[in-house]
Nanobody, 125 residues
Framework: QVQLVESGGGLVQAGGSLRLSCAAS????????MGWFRQAPGKEREFLAT????????YYADSVKGRFTISRDNGKNAVYLQINSLKVQDTAVYYC??????????????????WGQGTQVSVSS
């Protein structure tokens, strides 16, 4: 099974940018669809974006479309989330997840099998 480790979070000012990374080990990374989710305190886990195993298809939540970009590098066993124009309401723990390749367009967190431990993103005003 694949193991996932996120990095790249931190404290940034509103309007700034961050690039989150998710490194995969074990398993066959290129066989998985990958997704990013986030969870703010007291809120449900929220879908952000998914990407197909080959990287040719991406899907975004309407709330982040245009500001967030998901990408992957199968040669490096990594998936990324570029976040631009950060807002205070983007403050959350961000998680990457791996799921079946045929579910690359799902927005349901329960359809992803493997999760990282999360990375904290805090945005100050």
């Amino acid at each position: 099974q694949v193991q996932l480790v996120e990095s790249g979070g931190g404290l940034v000012q509103a309007g700034g940018s961050l690039r989150l990374s998710c490194a995969a080990s074990r398993g066959t990374f290129s066989s998985y669809a990958m997704g990013w989710f986030r969870q703010a305190p007291g809120k449900e886990r929220e879908f952000l974006a998914t990407i197909s195993w080959s990287g040719d298809r991406t899907y975004y939540a309407d709330s982040v479309k245009g500001r967030f970009t998901i990408s992957r590098d199968n040669g490096k066993n990594a998936v990324y989330l570029q976040i631009n124009s950060l807002k205070v309401q983007d403050t959350a723990v961000y998680y990457c997840a791996a799921g079946p390749s045929w579910k690359c367009d799902t927005r349901r967190s329960d359809e992803f099998n493997f999760w990282g431990q999360g990375t904290q993103v805090s945005v100050s005003s």
